[in-house]
């Protein structure tokens, strides 16, 4: 058990994620309940069941959190559009850098976020898909800006750029949680060359 309570009075809920959080990196999600929730934020058993009906929920919510966090990311790279080569390249790698240390240092939420406890049962909640599709838009929206700069051939979709790298960018990070890449040499080249993939493609068309 906790040996402080995080909730006095006030914003229940934000207390219940933010040690729920804590509980998903120490014990996973078959660790978290609700019962042990309510203990550790020292309230009734039954005070979480106010804002979740079940666990479901809560990951729900948990899951939710992390794509607002992931959209500040988003929100923090420069638009490239206004970037020369060498800046967009210092831009991408520290987006790409920020956005696998996202992911590793916390693998359990990343997992619900995009993995199976969730999606697989085609039960996410209003609240994390509208969350989910908006911060995946976002990131499409700074795809489409190169677009309009011509960088990018005729002819390309910003959509299914934004798929493609953002397809990259998991499947690197896939590779670092399951521990196929564990050693941080590895995470640190593997994530020079794909924004260097992505640069290729970025870099305006000189020919």
């Given at each position: 058990?906790?040996?402080?309570?995080?909730?006095?009075?006030?914003?229940?809920?934000?207390a219940?994620?933010?040690?729920?959080?804590?509980?998903?990196?120490?014990?996973?999600?078959?660790?978290?309940?609700?019962?042990?929730?309510?203990?550790?934020?020292?309230?009734s058993?039954?005070?979480?069941?106010?804002?979740?009906?079940d666990?479901?929920e809560l990951?729900?919510?948990?899951?939710?959190?992390?794509?607002?966090?992931?959209?500040?990311?988003?929100?923090?790279?420069?638009?490239?559009?206004?970037?020369?080569?060498?800046?967009?390249?210092?831009?991408?790698?520290?987006?790409?850098?920020?956005?696998?240390?996202?992911?590793v240092?916390?693998?359990?939420?990343?997992?619900l976020?995009?993995?199976?406890?969730?999606?697989?049962?085609?039960?996410?909640?209003?609240e994390l898909?509208?969350?989910?599709?908006?911060?995946?838009?976002h990131?499409?929206e700074?795809?489409?800006?190169?677009?309009?700069?011509?960088?990018?051939?005729?002819?390309?979709?910003?959509?299914?750029?934004?798929?493609?790298?953002?397809?990259t960018?998991?499947?690197?990070?896939?590779?670092m949680?399951d521990?196929?890449?564990?050693?941080?040499?590895?995470?640190?080249?593997?994530?020079?060359?794909?924004?260097?993939?992505?640069?290729?493609?970025?870099?305006?068309?000189?020919?």
């Amino acid at each position: 058990m906790a040996n402080h309570s995080p909730y006095h009075h006030g914003d229940l809920r934000s207390a219940l994620l933010q040690e729920a959080n804590v509980m998903l990196r120490e014990s996973g999600i078959d660790g978290l309940s609700l019962r042990q929730l309510a203990e550790r934020v020292g309230v009734s058993r039954m005070a979480p069941y106010h804002h979740f009906k079940d666990k479901h929920e809560l990951l729900c919510a948990l899951a939710a959190e992390g794509f607002r966090e992931l959209d500040k990311l988003i929100e923090q790279a420069a638009p490239a559009s206004s970037l020369e080569t060498q800046e967009l390249h210092t831009t991408l790698a520290r987006f790409v850098r920020d956005y696998v240390h996202f992911a590793v240092d916390n693998p359990d939420r990343y997992e619900l976020m995009f993995g199976r406890p969730i999606w697989k049962g085609a039960n996410p909640s209003a609240e994390l898909k509208e969350t989910a599709f908006a911060c995946f838009r976002h990131y499409a929206e700074r795809i489409g800006t190169l677009i309009g700069e011509q960088r990018l051939p005729k002819g390309s979709k910003p959509l299914r750029l934004a798929q493609a790298s953002w397809a990259t960018l998991h499947g690197l990070c896939r590779l670092m949680i399951d521990g196929i890449y564990v050693n941080q040499t590895d995470m640190e080249e593997v994530s020079h060359e794909a924004v260097r993939l992505m640069l290729a493609v970025l870099t305006p068309n000189r020919g």
